[in-house]
T-cell receptor, first 112, second 111 residues
Framework: EAQVTQNPRYLITVTGKKLTVTCSQNMNHEYMSWYRQDPGLGLRQIYYSMNVEVTDKGDVPEGYKVSRKEKRNFPLILESPSPNQTSLYFC???????????FGQGTRLTVV | QKEVEQDPGPLSVPEGAIVSLNCTYSNSAFQYFMWYRQYSRKGPELLMYTYSSGNKEDGRFTAQVDKSSKYISLFIRDSQPSDSATYLCAMSLNYGQNFVFGPGTRLSVLP
């Protein structure tokens, strides 16, 4: 089954404790991205990657890191999480030649 | 001014009603326009997309784009309770990348 898989689905952590949210897709998509979704603000892009070893900042990159060492994986790293990073996070992937983005199920992160 | 604006709702309609969902945007360079549907506790799924101005119909759904007014719409005919979800408009400059999303409109279709 074609899908984007994020883990974990739910995470509660404390301020300053490094964490990684994993994202994997099995559709051979070149383009992958991370979004955060907050009430009233919609989906805002954090980082994106056009292909392996090619990443770039989105609209709200502060406090986040990413890497793209393999085509299928695009982890999101929070080196020192803060409460303002409490949000719902989505990973998405797509072919550069098509308009449709496929989204993961989301990761609900709470930083206390 | 936000790049993409959308009525947040919530919008409640009776089953069978015609629903109109709308977005306005500020960047006249957007070329690709999409509507995503997001059920509770799920990721968004593509419903329809349109390139440039015009209409596109798919079953009960019709997407309209008016680039001169920077305005896009999604119409749902004969709405069903299963249509209850949050609807997100999205647009991009280029094929398959850097989508900009509206904040979403939550729709409830009451049986």
């Amino acid at each position: 089954e074609a899908q984007v898989t994020q883990n974990p689905r739910y995470l509660i952590t404390v301020t300053g404790k490094k964490l990684t949210v994993t994202c994997s897709q099995n559709m051979n998509h070149e383009y992958m991205s991370w979004y955060r979704q907050d009430p009233g603000l919609g989906l805002r892009q954090i980082y994106y990657s056009m292909n392996v070893e090619v990443t770039d900042k989105g609209d709200v990159p502060e406090g986040y890191k990413v890497s793209r060492k393999e085509k299928r994986n695009f982890p999101l790293i929070l080196e020192s999480p803060s409460p303002n990073q409490t949000s719902l996070y989505f990973c998405a992937s797509s072919f550069l030649s098509r308009t449709e983005a496929f989204f993961g199920q989301g990761t609900r992160l709470t930083v206390v | 001014q936000k790049e993409v604006e959308q009525d947040p709702g919530p919008l409640s309609v009776p089953e069978g009603a015609i629903v109109s969902l709308n977005c306005t945007y500020s960047n006249s360079a957007f070329q690709y326009f999409m509507w995503y549907r997001q059920y509770s506790r799920k990721g968004p799924e593509l419903l329809m997309y349109t390139y440039s101005s015009g209409n596109k119909e798919d079953g009960r759904f019709t997407a309209q784009v008016d680039k001169s007014s920077k305005y896009i719409s999604l119409f749902i005919r004969d709405s069903q309770p299963s249509d209850s979800a949050t609807y997100l408009c999205a647009m991009s400059l280029n094929y398959g990348q850097n989508f900009v999303f509206g904040p979403g409109t939550r729709l409830s279709v009451l049986p």
